[in-house]
């Protein structure tokens, strides 16, 4: 069993940034691949950003390319997600997940096990 929690999030203004967090507990969290997903306000989850178990493969949503980057120190049992230039439309709650099944499909939320409790994003413009 593992148990994800995020923070980080908060009130920001276009064009700041922040560094997202999640926390992981269990002793094989280093072997998971990870997950960023967030919901806007009336949508649906959408995927954000993902990062194999080693960190040598980071996959990205279009919408964030370029803005937002992933990371994991497996030391540290914690994953980050790092967002610059930052827009209005990324407001959102965000949440980490991870998935013990080896599957690649890493855009799909339906390939993870765990998730964590999310944490706001709110951007002003």
């Known amino acids: 069993q593992v148990q994800l929690v995020e923070s980080g999030g908060g009130l920001v203004q276009a064009g700041g940034s922040l560094r997202l967090s999640c926390a992981a507990s269990?002793?094989?969290?280093?072997?998971?691949?990870m997950g960023w997903f967030r919901q806007p306000p009336g949508k649906e989850r959408e995927f954000v950003a993902a990062i194999t178990w080693s960190g040598g493969n980071t996959y990205y949503a279009d919408s964030v390319k370029g803005r937002f980057t992933i990371s994991r120190d497996n030391a540290k049992n914690t994953v980050y997600l790092q967002m610059n230039s930052l827009k209005p439309e990324d407001t959102a709650v965000y949440y980490c997940?991870?998935?013990?099944?080896?599957?690649?499909?890493?855009?799909?939320?339906?390939?993870?096990?765990?998730w964590g409790q999310g944490t706001q994003v709110t951007v002003s413009s």
């Open positions: 269990g002793r094989t969290f280093s072997r998971y691949p």
């Open positions: 997940a991870a998935q013990r099944g080896g599957y690649s499909d890493y855009a799909s939320s339906r390939i993870y096990d765990y």
